[in-house]
């Protein structure tokens, strides 16, 4: 059942982010939704984490 609700969270991060105005916040909520996917089924656990790295890294990826 945690996994249904990670996926559907995941879903409608995707979804919401089209809403999103600038393309940093954009980056940055899809990074953060996909570390999180990345920290639970890598980590074992570690959704916020993930998240934190994915968003800092989808903020300053196309700054690079």
């Known amino acids: 059942m945690r996994k249904f609700t ?13 809403c999103l105005a600038t393309p940093d916040l954009q ?15 890598i980590a074992n656990g570690q959704c916020v984490t993930g998240a934190a790295l994915g968003a800092a890294g989808g903020a300053l990826a196309n700054d690079l």
């Open 6 to 18: 990670l996926v559907l969270a995941v879903l409608g991060a995707t979804g919401l982010s089209g």
């Open 27 to 41: 980056n940055a909520a899809m990074g953060a939704a996909l570390g999180c996917v990345a920290g639970e089924i």
